[in-house]
Structure formats: C-alpha cells, structure tokens
C-alpha cells in the first residue's frame, strides 16, 4: 500500500539519524515538518492521478473519495514513520524497530480505514 512505501521512506532517516548522533530529539519537530511538505506534494501528485482514474471510471464523487484518501493516507504514513524512531527512541527501544512488520501493519490498516471513513462520509454508505 501508499503507506507502506511513505513509510520506508520517512522512518530510515530518522532512524539512522537518531543511531549516528545525527539527529537528536529536539530535531523532530523540524524533520517532520520537512517529510511532511514532501508526503504533501507526493500526495497530491498522487491524488491528482488517482481522482482521474476514479472520474473516468467513476463520477466527480468517487474521484473526490479517491483524492482525498490518497492525500490522507501518504500525510498518516509520513507523520508515523517519522515519529515512530522519536517515540520508540523516547522509551528506551532501538528506532530501528520502526520498521518492523508490525507497524507496516498498522500503517496499512489505518490506510483502509481512512479510504473507509471518506468513502463513507462522500458515498452515502452507511
């Protein structure tokens, strides 16, 4: 899923940063700031492409749910796979767990959810 590939993208660097000295807790702020301006280009780069495909195939209303599941979808997976090493390295646990397939796992599942949750709020499901 979208979440998984902006999650191993987002969660190395921190990561590494935070084994090498690089990067230290006070830094997390800021380096989230810079993925997240990154995983919002990528997602509207990302939606963009998506809501075409959703009109030809669907309605403005379908493309619209898509649109907006993307953007939120890469923005969730950006802020845990930044935040994850900062947290796991604030209880004493190796950042490098951040990776785990656990929490791709979650990342995937709160990707579900998020299209669930805007598919029926748009879609008059449920």
Do not use: H, Q, W
């Amino acid at each position: 899923m979208v979440s998984l590939r902006v999650l191993i993208l987002a969660s190395p660097s921190a990561a590494s940063g935070l084994a090498t000295g690089d990067v230290v807790m006070r830094d997390c702020f800021s380096l989230l700031g810079r993925e997240a301006l990154v995983a919002l280009m990528l997602g509207a780069t990302m939606a963009v492409a998506i809501s075409i495909i959703g009109y030809i195939r669907g309605d403005a209303v379908v493309s619209l749910v898509l649109a907006l599941s993307m953007m939120s979808v890469v923005m969730i997976g950006c802020v845990i796979g930044m935040s994850l090493p900062f947290v796991l390295n604030k209880l004493g646990f190796d950042p490098a767990a951040a990776s785990a397939p656990l929490i791709i796992s979650v990342c995937d599942a709160s990707g579900v959810l998020i299209y669930l949750f805007v598919a029926s709020k748009f879609l008059a499901i449920g």
